[in-house]
């Protein structure tokens, strides 16, 4: 059974910063891709930051140089380092782990960016 949980989400003044975690079940963080999206209130989803199998790090032209995405194989956690935060980046921010072709998600949590 696969189980994502996502926390660390909250509200923050821009220019601000958070770090959102992803607890992931199971020992699958370092051997599969893994990731987040976020959804803007009454947008689309849009990918944000990703880990591919083989270790590479892909990230939104609208967050370079200001997010991280990083993964503890050990705690079996996925996190993103969220520094100098816009309004723009408002939204429900959800990770994933990629198994056999299956995206898994986990429930979100929200952000809020005031301005």
């Known amino acids: 059974q696969v189980q994502l949980v996502e926390s660390g989400g909250g509200l923050v003044l821009a220019g601000g910063s958070l770090r959102l975690s992803c607890a992931v079940s199971?020992?699958?963080?370092?051997?599969?891709?893994v990731g987040w999206y976020r959804q803007p209130p009454g947008k689309q989803r849009e990918m944000v930051a990703a880990?591919?199998?083989?270790?590479?790090?892909n990230y939104a032209d609208s967050v370079k140089g200001r997010f991280t995405i990083s993964r503890d194989n050990a705690k079996s956690t996925v996190y993103l380092q969220m520094n100098s935060l816009k309004p723009e980046d408002t939204a429900d921010y959800y990770c994933?782990?990629?198994?056999?072709?299956?995206?898994?998600w986990g429930q979100g949590t929200q952000v809020t960016v005031s301005s």
């Open positions: 880990i591919t199998p083989g270790g590479i790090k």
């Open positions: 994933y782990v990629r198994l056999w072709s299956v995206n898994y």
């Open positions: 199971g020992s699958i963080v370092s051997n599969n891709g």
